[in-house]
């Protein structure tokens, strides 16, 4: 990693973002949709330790829509979104992203998508895929809040 003054701004705020989703992934049960178990382990190794749902779980994409809204509602009792949606911001990403959302708004559920966004501005030269923030722990976490020790376990 460069340390230029431009890339420690950016893993800043990469890591102030991935510090507030994982509050409240940890406090409110906000839940993390990702594509794969290996952004589920990266995620993880950032100290994620609440919902952390997985596209590719070998259901159907109504199924798992179906759930979603039945597991997580539409919106917090204080009209906050109950998820957010974190696939990679590669084409094939940016594809079930725009999917995703659109079959979760047709059941009116409200997504918080502003995570994807600054992670896709702040990180896009070093990486484009959940999974590789893992790799990034050490220089994401400073910024995040986290004083627990990385953890190489899933």
Same mark, same amino acid.
């Given at each position: 990693?460069?340390?230029?003054?431009?890339?420690?701004?950016?893993?800043? &705020?990469?890591? &102030?973002?991935?510090? =507030?989703?994982?509050?409240?992934?940890? +406090? *409110?049960?906000?839940?993390?949709?990702? *594509?794969?178990?290996?952004? &589920?382990?990266?995620?993880?190794?950032?100290?994620?330790?609440?919902?952390? *749902? =997985?596209?590719?779980?070998?259901?159907? %994409?109504?199924?798992?829509?179906?759930?979603?809204?039945?597991?997580?509602?539409?919106?917090?009792?204080?009209? &906050?979104?109950? %998820?957010?949606?974190? %696939?990679?911001? +590669?084409?094939?990403?940016?594809?079930?992203?725009?999917?995703?959302?659109?079959?979760?708004?047709?059941?009116?559920?409200?997504?918080?998508? *502003?995570?994807?966004?600054?992670?896709?501005?702040?990180?896009?030269?070093?990486?484009? =895929?959940?999974?590789?923030?893992?790799?990034?722990?050490?220089?994401?976490?400073?910024? %995040?809040? =986290?004083?627990?020790?990385?953890?190489?376990?899933?």
């Amino acid at each position: 990693m460069n340390n230029s003054p431009n890339t420690i701004e950016r893993f800043e &705020k990469a890591g &102030k973002a991935l510090g =507030v989703a994982r509050q409240r992934n940890c +406090d *409110e049960g906000f839940a993390i949709i990702i *594509e794969g178990p290996r952004d &589920k382990i990266a995620l993880k190794r950032l100290g994620f330790t609440g919902p952390l *749902e =997985v596209v590719n779980r070998g259901w159907g %994409m109504d199924r798992f829509i179906a759930y979603l809204y039945e597991r997580y509602g539409t919106r917090t009792e204080d009209r &906050k979104a109950t %998820m957010t949606l974190l %696939m990679d911001w +590669d084409r094939t990403g940016g594809r079930l992203q725009a999917n995703l959302r659109r079959r979760l708004e047709s059941f009116d559920v409200q997504i918080d998508e *502003e995570l994807r966004r600054v992670l896709m501005k702040t990180l896009k030269p070093e990486t484009r =895929v959940v999974e590789s923030l893992g790799g990034l722990a050490g220089a994401l976490m400073p910024h %995040m809040g =986290v004083d627990a020790p990385l953890t190489s376990d899933s």
